[in-house]
Nanobody, 123 residues
Framework: QVQLVESGGGLVQPAGSLRVDCAAS????????MGWYRQAPGKQRELVAT???????NYADSVKGRFTISRDNAENTVHLQMNSLKPEDTAVYYC?????????????????WGQGTQVTVSS
């Protein structure tokens, strides 16, 4: 199986910056897409940013120009640099990945979420 572990959340003042990181581990054969989603209290989980194995990126309109997603394919990591943070960015941020993993001599698809990391933007 594949596990995702996030790190880097915390408390930051409005207009500040923060970076969250995610590392994938396990019997990984390939990772197609990696990305970040977030869920604020009382709201549904929403897409923040995704990146494909080729480096193509996609951002939610609300974070375009402020957040940057990057990925290290060799290390199976994905990062989200968040600048000009706003109170409405406060949420639990979840890492997500889809790909394939080895199961003995065969391989299977995976679609995995991390446990989430809290990001709080407040003065």
């Amino acid at each position: 199986q594949v596990q995702l572990v996030e790190s880097g959340g915390g408390l930051v003042q409005p207009a500040g910056s923060l970076r969250v990181d995610c590392a994938a581990s396990g019997s990984i054969r390939s990772i197609n897409a990696m990305g970040w989603y977030r869920q604020a209290p009382g709201k549904q989980r929403e897409l923040v940013a995704t990146t494909s194995s080729s480096g193509r990126t996609n951002y939610a309109d609300s974070v375009k120009g402020r957040f940057t997603i990057s990925r290290d394919n060799a290390e199976n990591t994905v990062h989200l640099q968040m600048n000009s943070l706003k109170p409405e960015d406060t949420a639990v941020y979840y890492c997500h990945a889809v790909g394939t993993y080895y199961l003995g001599l065969i391989w299977r698809d995976f679609d995995t979420w991390g446990q989430g990391t809290q990001v709080t933007v407040s003065s």
